[in-house]
T-cell receptor, first 115, second 110 residues
Framework: NAGVTQTPKFRVLKTGQSMTLLCAQDMNHEYMYWYRQDPGMGLRLIHYSVGEGTTAKGEVPDGYNVSRLKKQNFLLGLESAAPSQTSVYFC??????????????FGEGSRLTVL | GDSVTQMEGPVTLSEEAFLTINCTYTATGYPSLFWYVQYPGEGLQLLLKATKADDKGSNKGFEATYRKETTSFHLEKGSVQVSDSAVYFCALRDDYKLSFGAGTTVTVRA
């Protein structure tokens, strides 16, 4: 009954450090997403993937990279963290298909602070 | 691209009061529309959805009707409880993606 699992849940970085957030889903979903949530700005899409080995940019992709080597995993990387990347990051997934209305299943979030 | 705009908060209500959160959308077609809820310390979860004009989504006493003529999908609940305190997000499906509004924080006081 895991659904979407994000690790780590909390992390503090110094400016310039790198890190990777891991998202794992056990629902055999084709599509996966990374969003960031900032006060007053709702959720903004960073990158997404419509299948294993494919990724695409969302509305705020700069400073982030992603990889989808396995269907169940979607990794978000920060190569050189900046204070502007302090945020709460959410991973989500959903099933593909023409009859699917698009419901997303979310993880619990990863709170990242960049000093 | 397609987008949603929802009313700004925060909204503070007393228990048993009526709640309305406005949401309007801009889209070239007729996208599926959603309301998601985020309880403190948790991820978002689907509250209700509507896939075509005049559809009414409902769940946990909340309702929203997909109105094409006003491009709106307002969320309503007739009698709120303290447990309804959360952040509510309107969203629409745009191709592969969901676009979210800024969120409205609702606090219900006993």
């Amino acid at each position: 009954n895991a659904g979407v699992t994000q690790t780590p849940k909390f992390r503090v970085l110094k400016t310039g450090q790198s890190m990777t957030l891991l998202c794992a889903q056990d629902m055999n979903h084709e599509y996966m997403y990374w969003y960031r949530q900032d006060p007053g700005m709702g959720l903004r899409l960073i990158h997404y993937s419509v299948g294993e080995g494919t990724t695409a940019k969302g509305e705020v992709p700069d400073g982030y990279n992603v990889s989808r080597l396995k269907k169940q995993n979607f990794l978000l990387g920060l190569e050189s963290a900046a204070p502007s990347q302090t945020s709460v990051y959410f991973c989500a997934s959903r099933k593909a298909g023409p009859k699917n209305t698009g419901e997303l299943f979310f993880g619990e979030g990863s709170r990242l602070t960049v000093l | 691209g397609d987008s949603v705009t929802q009313m700004e908060g925060p909204v503070t209500l007393s228990e048993e009061a009526f709640l309305t959160i406005n949401c309007t959308y801009t889209a070239t077609g007729y996208p599926s529309l959603f309301w998601y809820v985020q309880y403190p310390g948790e991820g978002l979860q689907l509250l209700l959805k509507a896939t075509k004009a005049d559809d009414k989504g409902s769940n946990k006493g909340f309702e929203a009707t997909y109105r094409k003529e006003t491009t709106s999908f307002h969320l309503e609940k007739g009698s709120v409880q303290v447990s309804d305190s959360a952040v509510y997000f309107c969203a629409l499906r745009d191709d592969y993606k969901l676009s979210f509004g800024a969120g409205t924080t609702v606090t219900v006081r006993a």
